[in-house]
């Protein structure tokens, strides 16, 4: 009876969607498509980076400072002591203007409720945000953005924030799944049901349980006093939190939650969060960045936690603090060498129709997220003392900056502009990350942390001006989420039903905890006259709050009843007018019955000229691809015809040109041939007259005078006597002319249209085989080659020439020569002077031995001719020399 006063006091509506109609009668539908928004005008729509400065009290009160807070939005530099003036001798001040600047006195409740709390209400409604804090080192940008006990910072504060708002509605854990495409996939009750009994039945679970007890180490950070929450959370959803945590160190990506398996060989990270001394020690393994199919970059293969309450979420987070490197140096105890990124990734899905479950269709899931940035701080390394590793550290942290400010220059000069300039994003993974934002859609929000000590001006001053230059760069406002088109308030309508959303209590329960409890009913003493009057009066309220609900049960019965006949009295009017209605269409949809059947002959009319048309079609078809397959064929013939008679030609042509060019060298070889004869015969008569003269013109008996070379020059008419190569003549001794090259095996070509000279002056080459044309058989035995070349100089007179090589071996078997050197052999008569008959006296003391004379020359050279086996020198390489008519 409890129970069914509890339902219907439930079923009582407060609020209808529609009047006078209870939840439980609402119809059952279909799902709706996902409404596409229109990108109009407000994908145009601009809004400016926001910048933020917060100011940090000074760490000494006697310490000078340089920095003045002038309003809630500008800030001022004062150059300080010991510093260089101006050129006009004067210290210079500026003044720096922000979206708003926080003193030293500001709370981090205040930091928050400004900068941090309008990014989570747009994450909470579906849009995407950046937070990043920028600053020189030391100046308090992990404290602002992690906090310190007792006073947590943006951090904590934001996922407080976002628990508080969707705490209620959100899915069991394992509905939603990440996959590694950057996107989510839902499952099923039962399917989720099994991943959580799998998971819970493992050793060591990896995701961090809610009933475990809270890390006394950040309890402080997180125990947020005051109470955030977002307004017009959609109820009829639910959503699911998912977080990650990476480092940017060294320009490489980390994955700060990354499950290292255990081992006892490799050494393990210290205390400062680098690898102790052990030679063996292999560094974790950095991550890609990818681009998935909405061109959003992401981290590859990044642990993704699913939390459910602000304390899992930053139990996660401290879990990959421990990680993160930091360092000691000479201005920071605790100094962040990297960039670190913490990631917020919010799904949200719609209920069903019914309200009971998840909507199973992954287009209807809305990813939005809010990555909160802790950026290393810039230093100079004069002053840090940095050496080693942390001087190189140094040089990454800085190089990415100076890449970040490069990036807002140039967005900067585009927008304002008009250019086009290609802005480098790849230069750095810090950049490349987030390239998104600042390309697409999103909020970024930016905190420049100051510290407003005199030896921070310098790099206080390089701050400023980024903040500036950040101020005037424009990002696209975030577009509003589609609505998926569901009836409103389907939770409560399905609350109303009984149904279990969530994890929220049964009805029963709800009404038994109204109750006042019962008091201890145990009797210790036979005198105790207490327990039992409490009991009777704990149970007479009971029954009295029992009579009140009855009371209230038939009131709201009698009124639902009233409800229940009203509205079937509307349902009754409804259907009278609804059935007015059909009768009046049905009277239209049988005219136009009529004129459909009346269309339809006629289509079926125009069907059939249609076939007729497309068969007249296909037979002309057919003929056109007869015809033009026969004169494809005969174009082919033609083809092959016409290069048939073309080859035949070529041949022919080639076959004349080869004969007209072996007879031409025939002829022309016969007839040097015969004008060489002719030309010996001739110079052997003209020598026999010339003996004949020399005999008849000679003086009888005078004393012989050796004649002057003037005397010679004028009798023309007397010539000397050379030596006739007539068999009669007396036999000259000859003299061989020893070869440069003795030694070796040689080959001596003289090919058989040489002329045999009879100069004292002759070629003699020792272990020689003598051929007149070239074969295989004597190159193979010998080591050097000798061709004898006789041709027609200048003067008249036959020169020869000895043409040199080595014989070498060639791969196919055969052998190749390769020339070296040429020697040439001239004869020469001398003008004027007479010669002696064959038959005169010894020679004359001068020193004269004989008439002709030998010239040699030496030519180098470095032709190869190549023989293989088989092959013979023809008749092409005979040398013929081409005698001259010497001139008187």
Request: aromatic fraction near 6%; hydrophobic fraction near 30%.
């Amino acid at each position: 009876m409890q129970a069914s006063l509890n339902i219907e006091n439930y079923l009582v509506p407060k609020t209808s969607p529609e009047p006078n109609l209870p939840y439980f009668c609402i119809r059952r539908t279909k799902t709706p498509r996902k409404l596409l928004v229109k990108k109009g005008s407000q994908t145009s729509l601009k809004d400016p980076v926001g910048v933020y400065c917060r100011v940090r009290p000074l760490s000494l009160p006697d310490q000078e400072c340089c920095i003045e807070v002038i309003n809630n939005t500008t800030v001022q530099l004062h150059t300080p002591e010991g510093y260089r003036l101006n050129r006009n001798g004067d210290y210079k001040e500026t003044q720096y203007s922000f979206k708003q600047v926080f003193g030293i006195h500001t709370t981090q409740k205040e930091l928050f409720d400004v900068v941090a709390n309008p990014l989570v209400d747009d994450l909470i409604h579906g849009k995407n945000g950046l937070l990043f804090t920028y600053g020189v080192t030391g100046s308090g940008k992990t404290h602002t953005m992690t906090g310190s006990p007792g006073e947590g910072g943006l951090l904590p504060r934001c996922l407080d924030m976002i628990f508080n708002s969707i705490g209620s509605f959100q899915a069991k854990r394992y509905v939603f799944k990440s996959n590694d495409r950057n996107s989510m996939d839902i499952q099923c009750e039962v399917d989720a049901l099994l991943e959580r009994q799998k998971r819970e039945a493992m050793p060591n679970p990896k995701t961090p349980s809610s009933k475990r007890q809270i890390d006394p180490e950040f309890a402080d950070m997180i125990n947020v006093q005051e109470f955030c929450k977002a307004e017009e959370v959609d109820e009829d959803s639910v959503y699911g939190v998912f977080v990650s945590y990476i480092e940017i160190y060294n320009n490489y990506i980390y994955d700060l939650l990354e499950e290292v398996p255990f081992d006892p060989i490799k050494p393990k990270w210290n205390s400062c969060s680098t690898p102790m001394r052990n030679t063996d020690f292999v560094p974790p393994q950095s991550k890609l960045l990818r681009e998935d199919k909405n061109h959003n970059m992401y981290v590859a293969g990044c642990t993704e936690v699913e939390v459910k309450s602000t304390e899992e979420a930053f139990e996660v987070f401290w879990r990959g603090q421990k990680k993160r490197r930091i360092a000691n140096t000479h201005l920071n105890r605790e100094s962040s060498r990297s960039h670190s990124v913490f990631n917020i990734k919010l799904v949200q899905a719609p209920l069903d129709a019914d309200g009971d479950n998840v909507l199973q269709e992954k287009e209807q899931i809305t990813i939005s997220q809010l990555s909160l940035v802790d950026l290393a701080g810039s230093e100079r390394t004069n002053r840090t003392k940095a050496e080693g590793n942390r001087l190189r550290e140094a040089g990454n942290i800085n190089q990415s900056l100076m890449t970040l400010r490069t990036c807002m220059e140039v967005l900067r000069e585009n927008q304002m502009y008009g250019t086009n300039k290609m802005v480098p994003y790849r230069d750095s993974k810090l950049t490349h990350l987030f390239k998104n934002y600042f390309d697409g859609e999103g909020k970024v929000r930016m905190i420049v942390c100051v510290n407003p000590k005199a030896e921070d001006y310098e790099e206080s001053l390089q701050v400023m001006r980024f903040a500036e230059v950040t101020q005037e760069v424009e990002v696209a406002r975030p577009v509003d989420k589609a609505i998926c088109g569901l009836t409103p308030g389907r939770r409560y309508r399905n609350q109303a039903r009984g149904g279990p959303v969530g994890d929220e209590p049964l009805v029963t329960e709800v009404v038994l905890q109204s109750f006042p409890p019962l008091p201890s009913c145990e009797l210790l003493d036979i005198n105790d006259e207490q327990t039992l009057p409490r009991l009777i009066e704990a149970l007479e309220k009971r029954h009295y709050l029992r009579q009140m609900m009855i009371e209230e049960f038939h009131k709201q019965s009698i009124t639902f009843k009233a409800l229940l006949q009203e509205f079937d009295s509307t349902v009754l009017n409804k259907e009278n007018y609804i059935q007015g209605k059909l009768n009046e269409k049905e009277k239209v949809i049988t005219g136009q019955k009529l004129e459909i059947e009346r269309l339809e002959k006629k289509n079926k009319t125009l069907e059939y000229k249609i076939e007729i048309l497309e068969k007249t079609t296909t037979i002309y078809e057919e003929d056109k691809r007869t015809l033009q397959q026969e004169l494809e064929t005969q174009n082919q013939k033609l083809q092959r015809q016409f290069s048939d008679k073309r080859r035949l030609e070529a041949r022919l042509q080639g076959m004349v040109t080869e004969t007209t060019m072996k007879w031409e060298k025939e002829c022309e070889r016969r007839v040097a041939a015969k004008q060489l004869e002719m030309q010996n015969k001739l110079w052997v008569k003209d020598e026999k007259l010339k003996q004949l003269k020399a005999i008849v013109t000679e003086p009888k008996a005078e004393k012989p005078e050796r004649p002057s070379r003037e005397r010679d020059r004028e009798k023309v008419t007397q010539r000397a006597v050379s030596p006739s190569p007539v068999p009669n003549a007396p036999p000259i001794r000859l003299r061989h002319r020893r070869s440069r090259s003795a030694g070796d095996r040689w080959v001596d070509h003289k090919p058989a249209s040489n002329v045999q000279t009879e100069t004292v002056m002759q070629p003699h080459v020792p272990h020689a085989i003598t051929v007149s044309v070239a074969n295989e058989k004597a190159l193979a035995k010998c080591e050097k080659y000798m061709l004898t070349h006789q041709e027609l100089a200048s003067d008249g007179e036959i020169e020869t020439k000895l043409i040199k090589g080595d014989v070498f071996k060639t791969r196919g078997g055969g052998q190749s020569v390769q020339f070296t050197d040429i020697e040439t052999l001239k004869q020469e008569s001398p003008t004027g002077r007479k010669r002696r008959s064959p038959t005169a006296a010894p020679a004359p003391p001068d020193g004269t031995e004989s008439e002709w004379t030998d010239v040699e020359t030496r030519v180098g050279c470095s032709v190869a001719v190549e023989m293989r086996a088989g092959s013979q020198l023809g008749p092409g390489y005979q040398h013929h020399a081409q005698p001259k008519r010497k001139k008187p």
